[in-house]
């Protein structure tokens, strides 16, 4: 079996601090006034794609043993690699700037490890529980692929709430201060981030062709990536199978899974919905799981203008609490949903 190993990255949390600035958490008000302060005016959108570019230049092992002065140096290089990042480049130097010329290491220090510590210690409590092998199996069918290297998860303060892959086999998470890290929802984030990166240009096709078809999953998914990040079209593949296998294994029940969807992403991932539930019907995991997903668009379960009925049929009220919190966002701010009315 592959090695797990969680732990605190002090360059991952210092680039997170400055990323996820605006959508600081207020669990440690010591912690939430002294981003305030610290990054007045800064406006970045978070995305994973800043993180993706550190670990795409530099090993784990070299990123874990950065200070902020080697972040402050290296990183201003790579910005212009990617067209996300490149829009923030100004926020990003001024902001690498303003980390070298504040207090973070000391912060982080004192405040921020022992926590992180702590919640290292419960994450790999977690990882060596009975559920973890055959997990790692059905991770592996899904991606056509066994796990042999080391899997690096980072547990961080600053990204909170978001949890995201950056590399195959390695991801961020985070978890509340207040709380116990519990073995069954780490795990089942674990197959989520782990499934990422399954999913072929065909099995992708199919869910952007459906979405072109289908009145209502035109209408969610362009929601899901305005509102709920911006997750691309693998997403909803990989929420279903996360249930699935969650299900498969003991971390939840088929009832605790529907309850999620019912407020998960804000209703905005009908297919994830109806992939989950034609997953639990199925005997055993399909052996290819891009040849199952292309059979469900090209087949009989997935028709086009069929889906807001079908997850209706697995959830009830799906689509009103869709609606719902559409209308809630379109109120709060008209203007960015003129682009949708424009498609």
């Not at 981003?35 to 990123?63: C, R, Y």
């Not at 290089?77 to 973070?104: H, M, P, T, W």
């Not at 985070?174 to 890290?181: G, H, Q, T």
Request: with cysteine.
């Amino acid at each position: 079996m592959s090695g797990i190993v969680c732990k605190p990255c002090l360059a991952f949390d210092a680039l997170a601090a400055l990323v996820f600035c605006n959508y600081c958490r207020t669990d440690v008000p010591k912690i939430s006034e002294w981003v305030g302060k610290t990054f007045q005016g800064i406006n970045i959108g978070p995305s994973d794609q800043f993180f993706k570019l550190l670990a795409t230049h530099h090993t784990f092992e070299e990123i874990e043993g950065f200070g902020i002065d080697e972040l402050a140096k290296v990183y201003p290089a790579y910005i212009r690699e990617n067209a996300y990042v490149k829009q923030y480049e100004v926020e990003l130097v001024k902001g690498l700037q303003i980390l070298q010329n504040s207090d973070f290491v000391q912060l982080w220090n004192n405040d921020i490890l022992p926590i992180l510590n702590r919640q290292c210690n419960e994450a790999e409590v977690a990882c060596n529980s009975v559920q973890i092998e055959n997990v790692l199996v059905e991770i592996s069918r899904v991606r056509q692929k066994q796990i042999r290297e080391n899997i690096h998860i980072y547990i961080t303060y600053f990204t909170h709430p978001a949890s995201f892959q950056i590399a195959s086999n390695s991801y961020i998470t985070n978890s509340s201060v207040d709380k116990l890290i519990s073995v069954k929802p780490f795990l089942r984030l674990f197959v989520h981030e782990l499934c990422h990166g399954f999913s072929n240009e065909k099995a992708k096709a199919a869910y952007r062709n459906m979405r072109f078809q289908d009145t209502f999953f035109k209408k969610t998914n362009w929601f899901l990536n305005k509102f709920c990040g911006h997750p691309g079209d693998e997403e909803e593949f990989v929420q279903a199978i996360e249930h699935y296998i969650a299900v498969r294994n003991g971390l939840e029940t088929y009832d605790d899974a529907i309850e999620r969807f019912r407020s998960h992403y804000k209703c905005s991932v009908p297919i994830a919905v109806i992939m989950f539930d034609e997953l639990c019907k199925l005997e055993e995991m399909p052996k290819d799981m891009n040849v199952w997903i292309c059979e469900v668009f090209f087949g009989e379960i997935m028709k086009h203008e069929e889906i807001e009925n079908k997850v209706n049929a697995v959830v009830a009220g799906y689509t009103n609490k869709f609606l719902e919190n559409w209308g809630k966002e379109e109120q709060k701010n008209p203007s960015r949903f003129v682009s949708f009315k424009q498609i």
